[in-house]
């Protein structure tokens, strides 16, 4: 059984950081490219970014680039989000995902999901 688990969620003040992990079981996702999408109240789901099977290859969505950081460690079969210099926007849950389609940036393209963590920034 696939299953993927994130931690690392919580309650931050903004200006802080926080680092959420996703690991998996039930099979080895090296093969895979890893991302994370997050969701806030009342709003869609949206991309966050992804890293490709190797962790050579990282994207972000433009509202986080320069502030979040993917990386993988295919031995341990996780992937991390580091969040620094976080926003009030930035409250949301999120979610790691992995992939099997091409379209990076749609959730259409992700085969598995970890069931959320959430991340609040206070201001």
């Known amino acids: 059984q696939v299953k993927l688990v994130e931690s690392g969620g919580g309650l931050v003040q903004a200006g802080g950081s926080l680092r959420l992990s996703c690991a998996g079981s039930?099979?080895?996702?090296?093969?895979?490219?890893m991302g994370w999408f997050r969701q806030a109240l009342g709003k869609e789901r949206e991309f966050v970014g992804v890293?490709?099977?190797?962790?050579?290859?990282?994207y972000y969505a433009d509202s986080v680039k320069g502030r979040f950081t993917i990386s993988r460690d295919n031995g341990k079969n996780t992937v991390y989000l580091q969040m620094n210099s976080l926003k009030p926007e930035d409250t949301a849950v999120y979610y790691c995902?992995?992939?099997?389609?091409?379209?990076?940036?749609?959730?259409?393209?992700?085969?598995?999901w970890g069931q959320g963590t959430q991340v609040t920034v206070s201001s």
């Open positions: 890293i490709s099977r190797s962790g050579g290859s990282t």
């Open positions: 039930g099979r080895n996702f090296g093969r895979n490219a």
């Open positions: 995902a992995v992939y099997t389609g091409s379209a990076i940036t749609a959730a259409s393209s992700v085969d598995y």
